[in-house]
């Protein structure tokens, strides 16, 4: 049985960086994939980034692009999410995942992860 354990959540100022882990035991072959969503009150739960675990290709929302940094420990089966620059607009609760095809779960075809951590609160203050 896959299970996902998400750390690192908290209260930060704009401009300010935090860490996510995300620690996977079960990990298989259903699990290739992994990434962080995020959901903000009132809105829908949103592709962050993913990445391939094997080959460490690496996926990021627009949103994203240049201020998040996803990552791996092989050993420690471990997924991180760098966050940095941080916005309000980043207040989420931030969700860890595994699955397949983790390269379309940011598309709009219809792919999603199987396995879902319970989720850290993110909270940026302006």
């Known amino acids: 049985q896959v299970q996902l354990q998400e750390s690192g959540g908290g209260l930060v100022q704009a401009g300010g960086s935090l860490r996510l882990s995300c620690a996977i035991s079960?990990?298989?072959?259903?699990?290739?994939?992994m990434g962080w969503f995020r959901q903000a009150p009132g809105k829908e739960r949103e592709f962050v980034a993913a990445?391939?675990?094997?080959?460490?290709?690496?996926y990021y929302a627009d949103s994203v692009k240049g201020r998040f940094t996803i990552s791996r420990d092989s050993a420690k089966n471990t997924m991180y999410l760098q966050m940095n620059s941080l916005k309000p607009d980043d207040t989420a609760v931030y969700y860890c995942?595994?699955?397949?095809?983790?390269?379309?779960?940011?598309?709009?075809?219809?792919?999603?992860?199987?396995?879902w951590g319970q989720g850290t609160q993110v909270t940026v203050s302006s």
């Open positions: 995942a595994a699955g397949y095809r983790a390269d379309l779960w940011g598309g709009n075809m219809g792919f999603s992860p199987k396995y």
């Open positions: 079960g990990r298989s072959f259903s699990t290739p994939g």
């Open positions: 990445l391939n675990w094997s080959g460490g290709s690496t």
